[in-house]
């Protein structure tokens, strides 16, 4: 049996309600621009966190373009993304701590953060998204007044206005900043904190959330900050490691933030997201969820359930959080599950499904609505193999060819923002 992506096809909708959602661990959503070309969009990106940038600089690929080509590197806006206050880690994502993964072995030479439902977001002020590390021993602590109590820790950014970098943070210094370093005092000791150069990105509003993605790397004595921004542009910043981290990298939070200072950003009410945070520690084990914030910067929404952890080729963490009312989630095998008690969007869906052994059976979804950002989702058992969820847009189908059987059958459900689910229905051959 082989699975392949096609262009577009023609085909109808229409089913029941129903407000469950199984997401599994999921691919980053499609922008409907690059719903024709899927397949060759979806390789392009995965090839492009693979390579790395070429030298130390500032880099920026666009698709379909193999290559990172060297861009004029900017100065990362003069503002600090603070560390959470005190060793409780006492800031909060909106009701509670956020959550983290932790590699139980080795240590993490990357991590990258997205959302894999974005539900209910129409409004939002400024922002940052963050990779976070947890806080650690180095010798850039060498000339602080105490190196034992002294601790680095590190962000990889993109912040809203347009760029990507990393902050750096020597935590309870506790003396003059060395040279080239910011001095923080808020919380009483002296921290030190400085950027890398920056990257010019576009500035996105909060609507295209579900497109992009923030990656962090620490490898080879350089650590590397990288932004898709989701409609074929990634961009990136390598410089020489500051404080080491690839020596001692256990622990990644990812989220969206406010964009500095402590500052909170805001979304409207009904907003739900649900967080994938994937690592590479060189094993398939599931990190640890760990209830810890390491950034003083938060949200407004709420974390829903628990914390799901999940291991294979990209080891991950998934959760919800969201100021709807009624929202839930729990752990299911191979995602969480949520329940966005929202308003259907739509009740009637139809689904057309062709073909048979030893041809190509299709099958298709598209939405009888012209909202924008609406997203079909599809949980094919082909010849009783399941082929996983798989998310596209309206028009947008999948091929698959069945050799010695016949059969197709599972869920096809359509969202749209500010309405999960709309509805579930069956395909069948």
Request: hydrophobic residues 35%; negative net charge.
């Amino acid at each position: 049996m082989q699975s392949r992506f096609n262009p577009p096809l023609l085909a109808v909708l229409a089913i029941a309600p129903v407000l469950s959602l199984a997401l599994g661990a999921q691919a980053q959503k499609i922008p409907p621009g690059h719903a024709a070309d899927a397949a060759q969009w979806k390789a392009w990106r995965e090839s492009m966190k693979q390579t790395p940038v070429p030298s130390k600089g500032c880099f920026t690929a666009t698709y379909p373009s193999p290559e990172w080509r060297q861009a004029a590197c900017t100065v990362a806006p003069d503002v600090p993304l603070l560390p959470a206050r005190g060793a409780a880690h006492i800031d909060t994502v909106g009701n509670t701590i956020d959550d983290t993964a932790y590699a139980t072995s080795g240590v993490l030479s990357s991590a990258e953060g997205y959302f894999v439902t974005v539900s209910g977001l129409t409004s939002g002020n400024a922002y940052s998204l963050q990779v976070n590390t947890n806080t650690f021993s180095t010798s850039a602590c060498s000339g602080a007044a105490n190196p034992a109590a002294c601790w680095g820790w590190q962000q990889f950014v993109y912040e809203s206005s347009g760029s990507v970098f990393m902050q750096y943070w020597l935590i309870n210094y506790a003396e003059k900043c060395p040279s080239g370093w910011n001095t923080f005092t808020q919380y009483g000791p002296i921290y030190c904190w400085k950027n890398s150069s920056a990257t010019g990105v576009s500035g996105e509003p909060v609507s295209e959330l579900e497109y992009m993605s923030l990656t962090g790397k620490a490898s080879g004595g350089t650590d590397t900050a990288v932004v898709n921004t989701g409609y074929g542009n990634v961009s990136a910043v390598g410089a020489d490691t500051v404080l080491n981290l690839e020596q001692s990298w256990n622990s990644a939070e990812f989220n969206i933030f406010g964009n500095g200072n402590g500052d909170q950003v805001n979304f409207n009410s009904g907003t739900t997201l649900v967080v994938q945070t994937a690592i590479n520690n060189g094993t398939t084990n599931a990190p640890v969820c760990r209830s810890l914030s390491y950034t003083a910067e938060t949200n407004n929404l709420s974390l829903v359930g628990g914390c799901c952890p999940y291991g294979g080729t990209t080891p991950d963490i998934q959760f919800m959080e969201s100021n709807a009312s009624g929202a839930t989630a729990t752990c299911g095998t191979y995602g969480l599950q949520g329940n966005f008690t929202a308003e259907p969007y739509v009740t009637n869906v139809n689904v057309t499904v062709s073909g048979g052994p030893p041809f190509y059976i299709n099958y298709s979804a598209e939405l009888e609505d012209s909202t924008p950002g609406a997203t079909i989702y599809y949980q094919p058992t082909v010849c009783g193999e399941p082929e996983g969820t798989q998310s596209g847009y309206s028009g947008q189908y999948m091929d698959f060819e069945v050799e010695n059987c016949s059969g197709v059958s599972g869920p096809i459900w359509a969202t749209a923002p500010g309405y999960l689910p709309s509805g579930v229905g069956s395909f069948y051959l």
